[in-house]
């Protein structure tokens, strides 16, 4: 019996989902489609129900992570389908230890996997080599591709030609000579960069500095530390080609940036790059960033600002930042926001503010202002409200499907009493076929099901979200990752200026303006609607927090 034989003997009609990958942009999305007509024509063959479709585009098959592939895997083990159907087994996966791995997970649920163009008895003693041999074939030809290519990189490398990917700001690529040249107006930025960091300025300023004049990354985004850490270390600015000095991909297929390959792997060519820093600078750059990172940890230790990103200079506009303010003559070490425009020509006049001082009144004023017991009953309808309205349009799906269900249901008893009255087997064709139907409309069926059960809301949880979340607030203690999410999800900013501090909360309304006795309630509706959504997100981040604990 083969295995398609003992899945319908077990469950009758086949419940399986259909899985497509490509490996990079360079491939064409009609593999995708190509694969799925395939996979689509070989159940209709073999009488299977496709009830579900996971698609990864330009993804490799040497990862498990891809999007899809993970949901696959997550909604095999809840016992949703029966089968995995590929196109080959290389668009499961092109590593041995992932296929055997996956493999193995999806029997213990009762999921099998098949192939429609390397079909053999999985159970079977043979299949075992046939699926070891395949399997390193598809691993082989991935890592001699990687050979192959990797060959022609290093040799390209030794002739100081770019071997792809986005080159280094600042530099363009010659497309006769395959040789980096300088584009002056990036040019201008990392020069910029340089000389900031050289003077002694701080990532943040230089960042700001190149808001300031218009400055991008090479991919047109904003400057982030990340960024400049990199173009600081980059030593094709001073004129030396250097290619393999970055680490291989970890097992996870992760790369580590800050960890290099021996001496001895790299290729390093002097004098192979137009220069756009000069070597003295470039070196007492480097030295410099040495010294930072090897100074001692009395002043380096991380600390924790709740409120960054949400106080605001009132009188200039510009954000304030987090500052640990070492400690000089008289003055003791304090940790402080401080306007960003305290330096240069446009200097901001609005002071410092001492950190504890201004979270705490921030938590001590936010506990106060929304979270009463009175109000938790208000919340708690307005919520439920609020899904239901979400949920109209997966109401009128649901029944829907459960109309066609039963129509289905109709049509295959009014077959069978045919057949039985007539003995006609000529029937038994479109049988199978809404056989098939009724179990892909009941895969459809259960998933609005799930979305529906997932839209609600236990209200014992959410009143546990809203007592978590005051007491949190109302401690005005607690300095963690936690505190931060709860102000993120409630306060909109802090205005600081030089005689008053303006604390504005994210309620659905503005508490700094007058509502009218007509608008209350409208006003007073719409946050307890925002309030409790915000709840709900408290309580979705607390179940996630204790499932890893």
């Known amino acids: ?48 129900a496709v009830v579900d479709t996971y698609v990864d585009r330009a993804v490799s098959g040497t ?15 809840e016992k949703r389908f029966d089968l995995v159907i ?5 668009r499961f996966s092109r590593s041995r230890y992932d296929s055997i791995g996956y493999r193995s997970l999806l029997k213990r649920n009762g999921v099998q996997l098949i192939s429609v163009l390397e079909q053999f008895d999985s159970d079977s003693p043979e299949s075992i080599i046939t699926e070891s041999v395949l399997e390193a074939m598809n691993e082989y030809y991935v890592r001699n591709l990687a050979r192959e290519v990797e060959k022609g990189k290093r ?50 300023e230089i960042i700001q500095a190149l808001n300031r004049e218009g400055y991008h990354t090479k991919r047109n985004r904003p400057f982030g530390k990340g960024s400049l850490y990199e173009i600081l270390r980059n030593e094709k600015y001073c004129g030396t080609y250097v290619y393999n000095k970055s680490a291989a991909k970890d097992v996870d297929g992760k790369y580590n940036r800050h960890a290099h390959k021996p001496d001895s792997d790299v290729i390093r060519i002097e004098d192979a790059v137009p220069v756009i820093i000069e070597r003295e600078m470039f070196d007492a ?8 990172r090897h100074k001692s940890g009395r002043y380096t230790a991380k600390e924790v600002y709740l409120l960054s990103g949400k106080i605001i200079c009132g009188e200039c506009g510009a954000a304030y930042t987090g500052l640990n303010q070492k400690p000089r003559a008289n003055h003791p070490q304090r940790v402080v926001y401080r306007c960003s425009q305290h330096h240069g ?35 708690a309808d307005a919520y439920q409200d609020y899904l239901r309205s979400l949920d109209t349009a997966s109401i009128i799906k649901r029944e829907a499907a459960e109309r066609r269900l039963k129509e289905i249901d109709r049509n295959i008893r009014n077959i069978v009493n045919v057949m039985m009255t007539t003995g006609s087997a000529t029937l038994s064709a479109k049988l199978q076929e809404l056989e098939t139907q009724k179990v892909q409309t009941e895969h459809q069926l259960d998933t609005l099901m799930r979305q529906q059960t997932q839209a609600t809301v236990d209200l014992d949880k ?34 600081v200026y030089h005689d008053r ?16 006795s007509e608008q209350k309630e409208t006003a007073d509706e719409n946050s307890a609607v925002f309030l409790s959504q915000k709840l709900r997100q408290l309580l979705t981040v607390e179940e996630k927090r204790r499932s890893v604990d």
């Open 86 to 90: 590929v196109h080959k087994l290389d």
């Open 345 to 379: 020509a446009s200097r901001c006049s609005n002071g410092s503010i001492g950190r504890d001082y201004i979270e705490q009144l921030v938590l001590k004023q936010l506990s106060g202002y929304i979270f009463s017991e009175q109000s938790f009953p208000d919340i």
């Open 285 to 292: 750059v480097q030295s410099k960033m040495n010294q930072r």
């Open 1 to 48: 019996m083969s295995m398609l034989d003992r899945l319908r003997a077990q469950s009758g009609t086949i419940r399986a989902v259909a899985y497509a990958r490509y490996s990079s942009d360079l491939q064409r999305e009609e593999s995708i489609e190509g694969q799925l007509r395939a996979i689509e024509t070989f159940a209709a063959q073999n009488h299977i």
């Open 501 to 516: 501090i303006e604390i504005r909360f994210n309620l659905g309304i503005d508490p700094s303006e007058t509502i009218h």
């Open 155 to 204: 040799e390209n490398a030794y002739k100081a030609l770019h071997v792809g990917g986005v080159p280094p700001l600042g530099y363009d690529v010659d497309r006769n000579t395959m040789k980096l040249q300088i584009n002056e107006q990036e040019a201008a930025a990392v020069r910029l960069i340089f000389t900031m960091y050289s003077e002694g300025c701080g990532y943040t």
């Open 462 to 495: 959410l009143h546990d979200a809203f007592c978590t979340a005051r007491t949190m607030f109302a401690s005005g203690t607690l300095r963690n990752e936690r505190s931060r999410e709860l102000l993120a999800l409630f306060v909109d900013k802090v205005l």
């Open 63 to 77: 990862t498990d992570q891809r999007p899809d592939f993970q949901r696959m895997v997550q909604d095999a083990k």
